[in-house]
């Protein structure tokens, strides 16, 4: 299972890193692995992209590259109690899943300073635990498409 998680986090990581053209120059970007510390749905790895000041990001993961195969737009907002975290929230519908698809909201919170994020996800009706935590590395992504 290792074996395979890792590979996944190599194939999401080059695929981000060959999605797009070149990042703006003030562009912070950042190379994610993740833990899921509960029942499932939190990607290994997650690549993200966004210009401090801006109401958007760019977010790539396992979940998007099997939903909409390229990186996708999400909100984001700095938080007012920490300037250096960022909540970056998603959502992805047709999520593949048992005994059919999914929808699934996303909320990340990343620390700039400490190099470190936080993943939630939540599905309607659902009580399950979705979330994970880890480390990112900043590096030039180029996920802009």
Request: charged share 20%; aromatic share 6%.
């Amino acid at each position: 299972m290792r074996k395979r998680e890792a590979n996944m986090k190599k194939l999401i990581l080059a695929l981000a890193m060959a999605a797009g053209f070149a990042a703006p120059a003030a562009a912070l970007d950042f190379a994610c692995s993740v833990r899921s510390t509960g029942d499932g749905f939190i990607s290994p790895a997650i690549a993200v992209q966004f210009e401090p000041g801006q109401s958007t990001a760019i977010v790539y993961d396992r979940y998007i590259a099997a939903v909409h195969g390229k990186p996708i737009k999400a909100t984001l907002r700095q938080r007012t109690l920490n300037p250096d975290e960022y909540r970056i929230s998603w959502a992805l519908s047709n999520v593949p899943a048992r005994p059919s698809p999914i929808r699934i909201g996303y909320q990340a919170i990343i620390n700039i300073k400490t190099n470190r994020i936080i993943v939630r996800g939540s599905m309607r009706g659902v009580t399950n635990s979705l979330n994970g935590n880890g480390v990112c590395k900043e590096g030039a992504l180029n996920l802009n498409r």
